[in-house]
Nanobody
């Protein structure tokens, strides 16, 4: 079974940066499409960024130009570099992995941005 473990969350001031990591195990990582979602209390879960097994990338409009998703297949890890953070970015960030007929989620890591 696929396991995903996030790290790198924390408390930062507006304008600061964080780098989230998601380490995967239990499958062939290079075959996974990976994504970062976020969810704040009372709000819908939204896709922040995604990177396919072929390297294709998509971002939510709200983070374009500020966030960068990348993957290192040798380390079985996907990253989310978050710059110019805003209070509106505050949420639990959750790593997601997709493969044919399967979908997996990490436990999430809290990101809090103060004004």
């Amino acid at each position: 079974q696929v396991q995903l473990v996030e790290s790198g969350g924390g408390l930062v001031q507006a304008g600061g940066s964080l780098r989230l990591s998601c380490a995967a195990s239990g499958t062939i990582f290079s075959l996974l499409d990976m994504g970062w979602y976020r969810q704040a209390p009372g709000k819908q879960r939204e896709l922040v960024a995604a990177i396919t097994r072929g390297g294709g990338i998509n971002y939510a409009d709200s983070v374009k130009g500020r966030f960068t998703i990348s993957r290192d297949n040798a380390k079985n890890t996907v990253y989310l570099q978050m710059n110019s953070l805003k209070p509106e970015d505050t949420a639990v960030y959750v790593c997601n992995a997709n493969k044919i007929r399967a979908n997996y989620w990490g436990q999430g890591t809290q990101v809090t941005v103060s004004s």
